[in-house]
């Protein structure tokens, strides 16, 4: 089967998938397979397809330190070092990756070339991007870190914390969480940005493009579900969630159809997860500019896949073709 | 592989996370199994339909709260014609005397903490 055609195949099946949802069929069979067999199909692939991606990264040799320098190395004791975009100790590197991983430092050094009034291309700094990536990732964090209350039985104090802290200004019943607010703001921003560019838009393909429309749509869902009438009974979606979670697998009837559509998009994402872009959740761990310290002066780092490396020096080469250096008149370092 | 002192921790810290709700229910949970709320009253209907109060009793409480405390309004119509005074304390508590074993039973389970007890006397149980 060509690429293009399992594409369209895969696109075929998640639109007809959706409208099995949408009109409402729900026979026990239908409950089974919505309720139970995409989602736990969609996250065995998630895990054994992260593994697999992991591994097959670190099978990779990592033979030069490649990484990037954006201060003053470590050098003389009176040269002031940055140690961390320069980081020279593995606790200037962690420092380093909790600062991308945490902040996206990376991001907030992104600029932008305009044509200003004039020929000169001038780079400014933007950190529109940075902004919107941290509020949404850190939104989405707390998103699904919030929805352990229906995997967990009693639910865990640090979730009821960040509950209370989302809902801190008890807008309306159900409380309106800020974090909902905000993860919809920036998808917006996150996808306008990419259609307002013209430069933009042009590098953007639909793999950039779908993981942005499935998580807005799952968000959609489950903005709906929560503040207004499309509410699912949410005893029965806790028990389903907990038969997955115990192994004690339980069908309750009457969730609502809004949440299985919640739930396939959300095993859709998850499915999709190890194939897609959205591998820079491991990959970001593994990034050879990031997480490497720049010691390349300070130490010497040897090649480990293929050292020792058999060399033919000069004098074993001229040793070798002596007799007919010689003939040619070649002047021989070796005189003898 | 390369890196195996610092990839095989990275994994099994993955998979520590993902299965978080697996191991902590085995670990810490209640096992209760899902809730039972308990019906005490002899009436057949509550003011609106079952799955209308299954899903939505927090907005129609909202609403009353609403109704009563800033407009004014003390009477509501339900869905099949009846009037019924809009209070939690004489009309929703006099069929569901049994906070503990009614509105508790799913709240708990749902880690809701609704802030209705913050105003209202929770009723006496014995």
């Known amino acids: ?336 | 592989m390369y890196d195996k002192e610092k990839i095989i921790p990275g994994i099994i810290v993955f998979l520590v996370l993902v299965t978080f709700p697996v191991w902590y229910n085995l670990a810490f949970g209640s096992g209760n199994g899902a809730p039972e709320p308990q019906i005490v009253s002899q009436n057949e209907k509550c003011v609106e339909s079952k799955d209308y109060m299954r899903t939505q009793h927090m907005d129609l409480l909202n609403q009353w709260r609403d109704a009563v405390v800033r407009q004014g309004y003390r009477m509501y119509r339900t869905a099949d014609g009846a009037l019924v005074e809009m209070s939690l304390t004489n009309t929703c508590l006099q069929c569901h005397p049994n906070k503990t074993q009614f509105c508790d039973e799913c709240h708990n389970y749902m880690a809701v903490k609704p802030y209705c007890w913050d105003c209202h006397i929770a009723p006496m149980e014995n």
């Open chain 1, 1 to 336: 089967m060509s690429a293009i055609s399992s594409k369209r195949n895969i696109i075929i099946v998640s639109i007809a998938a959706i409208a099995v949802i949408l009109l409402g069929i729900f026979t026990p069979l239908l409950r089974l397979i919505f309720g139970l067999l995409i989602p736990l199909t969609a996250i065995l692939v998630f895990i054994g397809g992260i593994i697999y991606r992991v591994v097959q990264w670190a099978k990779s040799p990592e033979p030069f330190r490649i990484t990037t320098t954006c201060g003053q190395q470590h050098s003389l004791p009176w040269i002031k070092s940055n140690r961390l975009d320069n980081p020279h100790s593995t606790w200037a590197v962690i420092g380093r990756m909790a600062l991308e991983v945490l902040f996206f430092r990376s991001l907030f050094r992104n600029t932008k070339a305009e044509l200003k009034s004039g020929p000169n291309l001038v780079y400014g700094s933007t950190k529109y991007l940075w902004l919107g990536a941290l509020a949404f990732h850190w939104c989405f964090l707390v998103i699904v870190l919030r929805h352990l209350r229906f995997f967990t039985d009693p639910t865990p104090s640090f979730v009821l914390w960040l509950e209370s802290l989302d809902g801190f200004f008890q807008i309306g019943v159900p409380i309106l969480y800020m974090t909902d607010i905000v993860i919809l703001a920036a998808l917006g921003f996150l996808l306008f940005r990419r259609l307002m560019d013209a430069k933009l838009r042009y590098i953007s393909l639909p793999a950039d493009y779908a993981p942005l429309l499935l998580i807005l749509a799952i968000v959609a869902t489950g903005v709906l579900m929560r503040y207004t009438s499309a509410k699912p009974d949410i005893v029965g979606v806790k028990e389903l969630m907990m038969g997955m979670a115990s192994f004690h697998p339980a069908l309750p009837s009457g969730i609502g159809w809004m949440f299985y559509l919640h739930l396939l998009l959300v095993s859709m994402l998850i499915a999709y997860f190890p194939f897609s872009k959205l591998m820079h959740m491991a990959g970001v761990f593994l990034s050879p500019t990031r997480n490497l310290a720049n010691t390349n002066r300070v130490i010497r780092h040897i090649n480990p896949w293929d050292y020792p490396v058999k060399v033919h020096t000069y004098q074993e080469w001229e040793h070798e073709f002596r007799d007919k250096l010689k003939s040619s008149g070649y002047e021989l370092d070796d005189k003898s």
